[in-house]
């Protein structure tokens, strides 16, 4: 028990680290998107499986399956009666925020393109729409206007005259 206070500690600090790179509540955002892309992957998996078409049935059983392993690596809170969820948890936390982009993008596209109906959409979309708040995460913060007007272009520099261009 002491194992796992002392890892919810160091988790809690290193999402409120005022040197991260972004603030905490981006952070919360992207998990929280996640976690909900999960349940409602799920939900609106189990309402598809009423569908005819073997492909969308394929498609929702893909999609309850991606939301499930989404929340499992993102609120593993949520299983704590599977053994093996804090080890997958913790190789999670440890994934760059690229291949957490990849990953959840691949796991919210392959459902849509499988059918195309209103609860893949809806589902998958929150889990992908997850994948693409980390995706620009990634990426990174903006530079302020001086560090850009720096390495930019010099024909778009201010005190460039332009009116001179007939």
Request: hydrophobic residues 50%; neutral net charge.
């Amino acid at each position: 028990m002491g194992a796992a206070a002392s890892g919810v500690s160091t988790q809690m600090q290193a999402e409120h680290d005022p040197n991260a790179a972004f603030p905490w509540w981006v952070r919360f955002l992207a998990k929280g998107v996640a976690i909900i892309g999960g349940f409602l992957s799920i939900f609106f998996g189990v309402l598809g499986l009423i569908s005819l078409s073997p492909t969308c049935m394929l498609a929702v059983l893909l999609q309850m399956a991606f939301g499930a392993v989404v929340i499992a690596l993102e609120a593993p809170f949520c299983c704590q009666f599977v053994d093996f969820i804090e080890k997958l948890a913790r190789f999670s936390e440890s994934r760059q925020l690229w291949q957490k982009a990849a990953i959840y993008g691949g796991m919210g596209i392959i459902p849509i393109l499988l059918c195309l109906e209103l609860n893949t959409v809806l589902g998958s979309g929150t889990v992908f729409s997850s994948g693409v708040i980390y995706g620009f995460m990634a990426l990174g913060k903006k530079a302020d206007r001086s560090n850009m007007m720096a390495a930019g272009d010099p024909a778009w520099s201010p005190q460039v005259n332009q009116s001179n261009i007939p």
